[in-house]
C-alpha cells in the first residue's frame, strides 16, 4: 500500500511530483526512469478493446510532445523501458482511479479505461516539468478523484467561440483531469443595449437546424457533423460534452426564427409557455438532435435549460419543466437542468428520480431543499465560480486565492455539505458573455478560464485534501511550470533564452532571426531586401508579399518594436503583421491611422504612420489594452473605454487588446507596401526607457 503524501513528502527519496491535480498518494524510491529513444506502448492483450482508444490518444500526445523520441505500440510481453496498460478488477483502485508504478518500465493498473487514461495525463506533466523532458522519478501513485463531475459551462450563446477553440479545449481539460464540458448553445443579449427592440437584440442559437433553417445563427454556428466529431474527440480524451439547449428563457433565438411562440407578457427573450405551438416547435428542436439510430447528441446527458423564468408563471414553468425532462428522457438520454424550483414554487410536480440540477444561486434553488427532494446537484455557485468578462458585476478574473483555500464543490452559496455527500456529484465554474459586442476575445476568455482550470482542477479531484498538501502560494508557484498540454498554446506563451524572443534585422543573412532563439522566417513571398539610407531593409511590394515566422502570435505581455518606412500609395486596410487571430493595419479602414482588427473588431489609435520616411513604432500589449510608442515616446493607450447608450445609464466595456500577430510579416493578401527594418519582438512589457533606447 503506498504510504500517503502527506506523511512520506518529508521522507522520500523521490518526493512526490507535482502535478495538477496533486497526487493522492505517493510512495517514492531511488532513481529515474529515462525514455528511450524508441518507447513500446504495450496493452494487456484481455483489455485491448476497452484500452486501445484511450492508448491512441495517449500515442498521438507523446509524438507531439516529444518528437525526439520514437513511440510505437507493440503486441508483446512489456520490459524494461516499456509502458504497459493494464485493467484489473481491484476493488482498492477506485472509480477513474489508477496505479501508476515507475521502475525500470511504467506500469499503469486501472479499474477501467478511464482511469488509465488520468495516468497518461500524470505522466505527460511530470514529463512537461523535466528539463531534459524524458525523465520520471521512481515511484508507485495511488490517485483517484473525490468528486465524479469536475466541470467547465462555456456560454457560447452570447459570443461565438471557433470550433478549434472548442476542440482545443477538450485537451487542455482532459490535461488537467477535467471531465463535463457543458456547451451553452443559445442565448440573447440585454435590450436595454439594443435600444430596447427585442427586433434588434442580438441573439445566437449555435447548430445547424434543418427544420427552422433561420435559427442557426449567421456569424457563426457549428454543423451536425462537427458538432458530432467534436463530441467523439471529447470521448478519445475522458471528457462528456454536455450540450444545452436553454429554454423556455434566454430564448429570444426561437422566437425570432418562430414570432409567434415569443412571450408578449414577460418579453421576447421568454417563450410563450402557454402556447401550444410553442412546444410544437421546442419539441422539434430536441427531437432533431435526439431523434433516430445515429443522434447529433451522441452523449448519455443533455442540458435543458430552465431557469430564470417570470416567477409569475411558477405552476406553468414547472409543467414545462417536467415535460422536457421526460420528452428529453425518452430518446434514451438523462437529463440535466439549471436550479429554479425554489423560485418557481408551486404544487405541480417535477421529476425527480435521474435529474441532475446546476445549482446556481440559492434563492433560485436551495441546495438543501433540492437535495432533499432528491435532485443529485452539481455544485456551480454563482458567487465562487462564474466569470462575466468585463461586465463589472459577478468576476472578471476569479478569486482563486479564495477558491483554493475555502472552496470545494460542497460549498455551494452559503452552505455547506459533507464532502462525502452522495447526491453531490461535482463542481463546474463557468464563462457568461453577458455583455455583447464588449470586445472581449477567445484570448481573453482563456487568459481568465487557465488560471482557473488549474485551480479548480485540484479542488474538484482532491476536494479538502488539497490544501493539506500546497499552500495557494506554493500552488501558484509551481503550476507555472505547466502549460495547456501537448500541442497547445492558446495563451501565445514564448518561451526564448531570454526576454528578446524574435529579431529580424534584415540584414546581410536577410530573413534569419537574430536572436538567441534561432526562429527564422520560414517561407518569404515577394519580399526583398534594400538599403535605404541608413537602413538594412526588408522591402514588402504590397499584395501577396510576406515573410512567415515558426510564430502564430504573441500573448500577454509583449513589445513588437519594427522601423518602417512605408509607400505613398497604401490603401486602406494595408496589413503589416497577420495571422489566423489578428491583423495589425497600416491603415485602418478608412481612418488612414494605425490600427487592429480581431474578431470582427476594429480599432485605431490616433496616429498615421507618415510615408517615405522612416519612422520607429513600439507596440505593448497586456491582458487590459494595448499602447502605441511612436520614436520611443507614448502616442496613446487603448484601455478602460466605455460603450454608453441613450437609453439607459448602462454601460458596458470596449476591451481593446490584442494578441500580437507574428504568423506573416506582411500578408498573403493585402500586404502593405514599403520598407521594414528591425523587427524585435519581446516576451515582457518593456519600461518607457527601454522603448526609448530601441528608437535611437
Do not use: C
Amino acid at each position: 500500500m503506498a504510504i500517503s503524501v502527506y506523511s512520506y513528502a518529508q521522507t522520500a527519496t523521490n518526493p512526490v511530483p507535482h502535478v495538477i491535480p496533486a497526487l493522492r498518494d505517493w510512495k517514492g524510491s531511488n532513481g529515474q526512469f529515462r525514455l528511450k529513444k524508441q518507447v513500446s506502448i504495450v496493452v494487456q492483450p484481455v483489455a485491448k478493446a476497452m484500452l486501445m482508444p484511450y492508448v491512441q490518444t495517449f500515442l498521438n500526445d507523446l509524438r507531439l510532445a516529444f518528437p525526439k523520441h520514437r513511440f510505437v505500440i507493440k503486441n508483446s510481453h512489456p520490459a524494461n523501458g516499456d509502458i504497459y496498460f493494464s485493467l484489473k478488477a481491484d476493488s482498492s483502485i477506485k472509480k477513474e482511479g489508477y496505479i501508476l508504478k515507475i521502475g525500470d518500465r511504467i506500469d499503469i493498473e486501472a479499474l477501467e479505461p478511464k482511469g488509465a487514461f488520468w495516468a497518461t495525463r500524470t505522466i505527460l506533466q511530470m514529463l512537461e516539468q523535466d528539463q531534459q523532458q524524458a525523465n520520471l522519478p521512481k515511484g508507485i501513485a495511488i490517485d483517484y478523484p473525490q468528486f465524479a463531475v469536475r466541470g467547465f459551462v462555456l456560454d457560447v450563446g452570447r459570443k461565438f467561440f471557433s470550433l478549434q477553440f472548442l476542440r482545443d479545449y477538450v485537451k487542455l481539460m482532459a490535461y488537467y483531469k477535467l471531465n463535463d464540458f457543458q456547451i451553452h448553445l443559445n442565448d440573447n443579449g440585454f435590450k436595454q443595449f439594443f435600444n430596447n427592440d427585442w427586433n434588434k437584440t442580438y441573439s445566437a442559437f449555435r447548430l445547424e437546424n434543418e427544420t427552422y433553417p433561420n435559427l442557426t445563427a449567421k456569424d457563426g454556428s457549428y454543423s451536425k457533423k462537427e458538432f458530432i466529431e467534436l463530441q467523439q474527440l471529447a470521448t478519445a480524451y475522458g471528457v462528456k460534452i454536455i450540450p444545452e439547449i436553454d429554454v423556455p428563457a434566454h430564448s429570444l433565438s426561437f422566437v425570432k426564427a418562430v414570432p409567434e411562440i415569443g412571450s408578449k407578457k414577460y418579453g421576447m427573450d421568454h417563450l410563450d409557455i402557454n402556447n401550444p405551438k410553442t412546444k410544437e416547435v421546442i419539441n422539434n428542436v430536441f427531437k432533431e438532435y435526439l431523434s433516430g439510430p445515429h443522434p447529433v447528441f451522441i452523449g448519455d446527458e443533455v442540458h435543458i435549460g430552465t431557469d430564470e423564468y417570470a416567477k409569475a408563471e411558477a405552476e406553468k414553468f414547472r409543467e414545462f419543466t417536467d415535460d422536457y425532462i421526460k420528452y428529453v428522457e425518452g430518446f434514451g438520454k438523462k437529463v440535466r437542468l439549471w436550479g429554479a424550483l425554489t423560485h418557481a414554487k408551486g404544487s405541480t410536480p417535477v421529476k425527480v428520480k435521474d435529474v441532475t440540477m446546476n445549482v446556481w444561486y440559492n434563492g433560485y434553488a436551495d441546495p438543501k431543499e433540492m437535495i432533499d427532494l432528491g435532485y443529485n446537484v452539481i455544485s456551480t455557485p454563482d458567487g465562487w465560480l462564474y466569470i462575466v468578462p468585463k461586465a463589472g458585476y459577478y468576476y472578471d478574473y476569479l478569486n482563486l486565492r479564495k477558491i483554493y483555500n475555502e472552496w470545494t464543490p460542497n460549498v455551494i452559496g452559503n452552505q455547506t455539505f459533507d464532502e462525502n455527500h452522495p447526491q453531490i456529484k461535482g463542481g463546474s465554474f463557468a464563462v457568461w458573455n453577458d455583455h455583447v459586442g464588449n470586445g472581449i476575445t477567445e484570448k481573453d476568455v482563456h487568459d481568465r478560464a487557465f488560471p482557473a482550470v488549474q485551480v479548480l482542477a485540484q479542488k474538484m479531484w482532491d476536494g479538502t485534501a488539497a490544501t493539506k498538501l500546497l499552500s495557494y502560494d506554493e500552488f501558484a508557484k509551481y503550476s507555472k511550470s505547466l502549460g495547456e498540454g501537448p500541442g497547445l498554446n492558446m495563451r501565445g506563451q514564448i518561451v526564448g533564452k531570454d526576454s528578446l524572443v524574435l529579431h529580424y534585422n534584415f540584414n546581410a543573412k536577410k530573413f534569419v532571426d537574430a536572436s538567441a532563439d534561432e526562429r527564422s522566417g520560414t517561407i518569404v513571398q515577394n519580399v526583398g531586401t534594400a538599403q535605404v539610407e541608413r537602413h538594412q531593409s526588408a522591402f514588402f511590394k504590397g499584395g501577396d508579399s510576406f515573410v512567415q515566422t515558426p510564430l502564430k502570435g504573441i500573448g500577454y505581455d509583449y513589445t513588437v518594436s519594427f522601423w518602417i518606412n512605408p509607400d505613398q500609395s497604401n490603401a486602406a486596410d494595408a496589413v503589416l503583421f497577420s495571422s489566423t487571430d489578428a491583423v495589425v493595419k497600416l491603415k485602418q479602414q478608412q481612418t488612414n491611422k494605425l490600427g487592429f482588427s480581431r474578431e470582427n473588431y476594429h480599432y485605431n489609435f490616433n496616429y498615421s504612420v507618415p510615408a517615405d520616411t522612416w519612422t520607429h513604432i513600439t507596440i505593448t500589449g497586456n491582458n487590459k489594452g494595448t499602447s502605441l510608442y511612436v520614436n520611443g515616446t507614448l502616442v496613446e493607450r487603448l484601455e478602460g473605454a466605455m460603450q454608453e447608450f441613450s437609453n439607459t445609464k448602462d454601460k458596458i466595456a470596449k476591451v481593446q487588446t490584442l494578441f500580437f500577430p507574428l504568423q506573416y510579416i506582411g500578408a498573403p493578401q493585402g500586404s502593405f507596401k514599403g520598407y521594414m527594418d528591425d523587427l524585435k519582438v519581446y516576451n515582457k512589457l518593456l519600461s518607457a526607457e527601454e522603448i526609448k533606447k530601441l528608437a535611437l
